[in-house]
Every structure is written in C-alpha cells, then in structure tokens.
C-alpha cells in the first residue's frame, strides 16, 4: 500500500491487521529514509535506533515466508521512503495498491507535524512515477483508493478492493480495538494519536481547512498529481 502521510493510512494498517490471515508491516523502510536524508523527522534517532535502516534487509524480510497461519502480507509504505537508490526488482513479487487523501486536507494535517513540508514530503510525486512504472511494466493500472471514498463508505471500498486482490472479504477489517499494536513503529506517538484512539474509520468530516500562507503555492502541483491518480480510483461495487 503506497500512501503518503496523513492519508488514512494508519486506519487501514489497523484495518488489514485485523484479518486472521495477514501480517502487517508499518513503513519499514523509514529508518532507512531517515538515514539517507537527514530529515529532523520527530524521534528521528530513536527510529534508526530500533529499526533496520539497510533496505537490502528489509526488502529480504518483505519478501521472504510469512508466518504459520498467514496468507497475506501487507505493507503499509510511504511512497518517498522508497528512494532512487532502493533497487526495485523485489517489488515484483508484490501485488501494489495507492491510497491518496485531497491535497488541502492532507496538507492542513501534515503540516501540523512538519511545520515546513515540501512537495516531496508528501509523497505524491513518487507515488506517481511508481504508479506509472507500474503501469507501464505490467500493462495494468493497479487499484487507486481515495480515502474519502474510504470513510464514506468502508465496507463497500473494502470489498472492492478484496475483489481486485482475490482476497475474501472480511467483516473483521471494518472495526478494530484502541490502543497500540506490536507492529506499529516507535514513531506512532508522534503520528498516531488518533488512530490509537479509534475503534473503527472514523466518519468522513467534510471541511475546507486553511492553509498557511506559505504552503499556498506547493497546493497547486500537488492537486495535479492526485488528480493523475485520481483518474484511477476505485470504483465501488454495486449493492
């Protein structure tokens, strides 16, 4: 699942994490991206303390045999963790899904972590570069889900999507209990205060939040680029 931050993304971790079947992983490549970068991330040196920060490791753990009992692997990455240094040939073995967030909201909440975001800390120039590699490696558009069309109507987009990975639907996905989870990466108290709060999706609140001055003119390039996947949303079954 290649996302961006503050798109809903921790919900659905929780949300697969409920299925008996699955294991999760919570961005597993961020202590590596920290590393690279530099970027004064909250608990940045805290991350790379407790986690791998050598992709060659993470990607052997990512591909390798899932636990007794388990079928399916989900991986919750935010796409600029997967820098252009990071060989790609493992990701062939993964089935990829995007999820994307309306650029205004996303923006708005971000920033309240990341005072002074840039366009690349949002995550969608790459999730277009590797939704169109994907694209144009495989013939097929991979499946697209907008969060707002997740909290509207959870079941219904989660069913769609099980559809298009052959998986079995599961009512387990659509609640879940508060609290942390083993899986979840030392950074959950500086991210997930909410989402470990919840007990489900949370309703879908439509608003038209301000922006800081300075953040006015990176809105524009990231409205183009959600719309660019936005063109390849999900459609919902019909009930």
């Not at 961006?4 to 919900?11: F, Q």
């Not at 650029?103 to 969608?124: E, H, I, K, W, Y």
Request: hydrophobic share 35%; with cysteine; proline share 8%.
């Amino acid at each position: 699942m290649w996302s961006g931050p503050r798109n809903v993304s921790t919900a659905l971790l929780r949300s697969f994490g409920s299925r008996h079947d699955t294991v999760v992983f919570d961005e597993p490549l961020y202590a590596h991206w920290l590393r690279e970068t530099g970027s004064p991330h909250p608990g940045a040196e805290e991350i790379q303390r407790l986690h791998e920060t050598d992709w060659r490791l993470v990607a052997q753990q990512l591909t390798g045999p899932l636990p007794d009992g388990k079928k399916v692997c989900y991986q919750k990455h935010m796409a600029h963790h997967l820098l252009p240094s990071i060989d790609r040939t493992w990701l062939d073995q993964m089935t990829h899904v995007f999820l994307i967030r309306e650029p205004r909201a996303m923006l708005a909440s971000l920033c309240r972590v990341l005072p002074r975001p840039g366009l690349f800390d949002t995550g969608l120039p790459q999730q277009v570069e590797l939704f169109d590699h994907i694209l144009s490696t495989t013939g097929t558009a991979p499946p697209v889900i907008d969060s707002e069309d997740l909290l509207r109507d959870p079941e219904s987009v989660l069913r769609a999507l099980c559809t298009r990975l052959e998986l079995e639907f599961d009512t387990s996905m659509l609640a879940w209990k508060a609290g942390p989870r083993d899986t979840d990466g030392c950074w959950s108290p500086y991210w997930y205060e909410t989402v470990l709060k919840s007990t489900g999706f949370q309703p879908y609140s439509q608003s038209t939040p301000s922006l800081p001055s300075s953040l006015e003119p990176m809105l524009e390039a990231c409205e183009e680029l959600y719309r660019t996947l936005h063109t390849h949303r999900l459609v919902m079954q019909e009930s």
